[in-house]
């Protein structure tokens, strides 16, 4: 299977496609399979990377607290053991976190990135459902906790949906092959609550998009806003009546958006 070693852990990670390379970098809770309704689509189009983050999936999860740094450093690790010089980038949530970082600290590995439903600091609120989401993954069942999460992601338009609603409710009672522990959830929290780049993001020099859901209750839009509004000449793009998995809610026009932005970029 395919691992390598970088920044002292085990990082699994599965390609699809060919062309010129894409890495993707998933949110928390979430492995790299999660990718599949986009990768699907984008590997005709371009090599994709999908690692699964420390702490979720079949990489290694070590315990305590990780940063959103340390994260960017294991892709970077990634890209370097692939003889990968620069990339495209698409992050979700957390994975737009740790794609900052990667610009940041690894400047000349970026060539362009997609942003989705990121942050580059937390506030009380975000920090305090951060916290309740590990509190949640300690007491509740795992049909419970996947309840929680898609109350946080999913939008009123997708819950008062018949069919899709339908769809929530076979997901929850879905066992992922890979369970992620407790302890690698509080790690991963961990890194979101104490992700703090805002002041940093008049440095970055690569095109980007950030793109989300106006309805997002997890990171709400604001949080989208300032990211755009702080990187030279980044681009932002709000669904309209959409929560957090606006990518998931309206998957086409997702995916040929990002495909043609990613084209020009």
């Known amino acids: 299977m395919p691992f390598v070693q970088t920044n002292g852990i085990q990082l699994y990670y599965e390609e699809r496609g060919s062309g010129e390379p894409l890495l993707l970098i998933m949110g928390i809770t979430a492995d790299g399979s999660v990718w599949e309704p986009h990768v699907s689509d984008w590997e ?5 990377l999908l690692p699964d983050n420390r702490g979720v999936g079949k990489s290694d999860k070590p315990s305590g607290s990780y940063t959103t740094a340390e994260m960017a ?7 370097d053991q692939l003889g990968l010089a620069k990339v495209r980038v698409v992050g979700v949530s957390m994975g737009g976190a740790i794609a900052l970082q990667l610009a940041l600290r690894h400047p000349d590995k970026v060539s ?13 609120m975000a920090k305090g459902i951060f916290e ?6 300690a007491r509740f069942t795992p049909e419970e906790f996947s309840l929680y999460i898609q109350l946080l992601i999913f939008s009123k338009q997708s819950w008062d949906n018949d069919e899709k609603r339908a769809g929530l409710e076979e997901g929850r009672k879905q066992d992922p092959p890979y369970p992620q522990p407790l302890h690698g959830l509080a790690g ?12 940093q993001l008049g440095t970055i ?4 998009l950030v793109i989300g859901g106006q ?3 997890f990171t709400p839009p604001w949080m989208g806003q300032e990211i755009a509004e702080a990187i030279p000449g980044a681009e932002l793009f709000l669904y309209e009546k959409l929560g957090h998995a606006f990518h998931f809610e309206a998957t086409e026009d997702f995916n040929a958006r990002v495909k043609d932005w990613l084209q020009k970029h």
């Open 132 to 137: 309740h989401m590990v509190d949640c993954k």
């Open 205 to 208: 020099q690569v095109p980007t």
């Open 215 to 217: 309805e997002d209750i």
């Open 112 to 124: 362009s990135m997609v942003l989705m439903c990121p942050w580059a600091r937390c506030d009380a």
């Open 188 to 199: 991963q929290a961990a890194a979101c609550i104490n992700h703090q780049v805002l002041d």
């Open 44 to 48: 005709k189009y371009y090599r994709c």
């Open 73 to 79: 450093d294991d892709h970077a690790g990634l890209l």
